[in-house]
Nanobody, 126 residues
Framework: QVQLVESGGGLVQAGDSLRLSCVASLRTFGNYGMGWFHQAPGKKRALVAAISWSGGSTYYADSVKGRFTISRDNAKNTVYLQMNSLKPEDTAVYYC???????????????????WGQGAQVTVSS
């Protein structure tokens, strides 16, 4: 069974930075595209950023382009989300996710995520 464990959330002020990490228990982690989602109270979970299995291709939601960076270290079974210039509207629970099968596609997955972490709370005060 795949386990994804996030860390790095917290309470920060607007303009600050945070880095989220997500460690996967799967030995073949390097074959899977990964994503970060966020969910604010009363809103649907939404894709924030995604990265292909090799790390060579990434996707960002318009709201975070230029501020967030997704990366991965396949040797450490870890995917990261560096969040800079945080805004109060970034406040949400952030989840890392793994696509449902090891597609090894060149593009990052936008759908078909099957495995989820427990979530990390990020709160940005104004």
């Amino acid at each position: 069974q795949v386990q994804l464990v996030e860390s790095g959330g917290g309470l920060v002020q607007a303009g600050d930075s945070l880095r989220l990490s997500c460690v996967a228990s799967l030995r073949t982690f390097g074959n899977y595209g990964m994503g970060w989602f966020h969910q604010a109270p009363g809103k649907k979970r939404a894709l924030v950023a995604a990265i292909s299995w090799s790390g060579g291709s990434t996707y960002y939601a318009d709201s975070v382009k230029g501020r967030f960076t997704i990366s991965r270290d396949n040797a450490k079974n870890t995917v990261y989300l560096q969040m800079n210039s945080l805004k109060p509207e970034d406040t949400a629970v952030y989840y890392c996710a793994m696509e449902s099968s090891p597609s090894r596609r060149p593009s990052p997955p936008l759908v078909n995520y099957a495995y989820w972490g427990q979530g990390a709370q990020v709160t940005v005060s104004s």
